[in-house]
């Protein structure tokens, strides 16, 4: 996995910045109900996303979360007094808090389905009876878009999708969620060209070939080889799922405070 403080300062760059940003907003967004005063953005990264969702709803107070320092410093400076530094497994907020949870590119990256479920019942905790959690999923399969780089790629070592639809809805049935809608919003300025793809390659941005891996040089070269090595191919297309937490569900006595609970 990518070490997220060492990605932090070319974060955004990396991942069609603005744009892109603007589209996972508006997609989000699209699914928060109307009435919705206060919205936690959980592993919110750099920001980028975050401060979009808190300019893009007037009356919507939005609070985000990382467990990456740096990733955290920047969200920070993008929507000052609003982030906190924690771990999505243990949210550090009292139960019912909040009227919308998002987690926008987080559960693609969990190893272990112990955390994967923990992470979902932990944004259900948080949020208040009718609330919504919404979520990407199937990112790994959003990438593939056709392309002659999928082809190159389609060989290569793979592992079960953490994020998975199926998977992520069983995980929200378990926490007491009900499915409440799906969007889907394209990754603006990611389509990858082929020395884009070799650079990911090489930085370990595909899980299953890590820098060093035997395979990863054969991989390198038959990219090497396509044609138009710098045009982008298309953009990748995103999916979101939301889940609501039906009215009737009762909050524990008093809730679960965490150390920070803002």
């Known amino acids: 996995m990518l070490d997220y403080d060492e990605e932090a300062e070319r974060y955004d760059t990396l991942r069609g910045g603005e744009p892109r940003a ?35 709803r007037a009356g919507l107070r939005v609070t985000g979360v990382d467990r990456a320092p740096a990733m955290a410093g920047h969200a920070a400076a993008r929507l000052p007094g609003a982030v906190v530094l924690a771990d999505a497994r243990r949210l550090p907020f009292g139960a019912g808090r909040f009227d919308a949870v998002s987690s926008v590119w987080l559960l693609h990256l969990v190893e272990d389905a112990a955390d994967g ?36 790629l389609a060989s290569r070592p793979r592992r079960p999708a953490s994020d998975a639809a199926a998977l992520v809805e069983s995980y929200a049935v378990e926490a007491g969620l009900v499915p409440a809608g799906q969007a889907r919003f394209a990754g603006r300025g990611q389509g990858r060209s082929p020395r884009r793809a070799i650079a990911d390659l090489r930085r370990g941005w595909f899980v299953t070939l890590p820098p060093g891996h035997p395979l990863a040089d054969g991989f390198a070269a038959r990219l090497a080889a396509l044609p138009d090595q710098d045009r982008p191919r298309p953009d990748p297309v995103f999916a979101l799922q939301a889940f609501r937490k039906p009215l009737s569900a009762r909050l524990p006595e008093g809730g679960r405070p965490g150390p920070q609970d803002v």
Do not use: F, M, Q, W
């Not at 208040?128 to 999928?150: E, L, M, Q, W």
């Open 22 to 56: 603007a589209a996972a907003a508006d997609a989000v967004l699209g699914l928060v109900p109307g009435g919705a005063r206060s919205l936690l953005d959980v592993a919110c990264g750099t920001g980028i996303v975050t401060r979009r969702l808190a300019e893009g």
């Open 117 to 152: 479920r923990r992470i979902v019942a932990e944004c259900a905790r948080v949020l208040r009876p009718g609330g919504v959690y919404i979520t990407t999923v199937d990112k790994g399969a959003s990438h593939n878009v056709g392309s002659d780089i999928d082809v190159v």
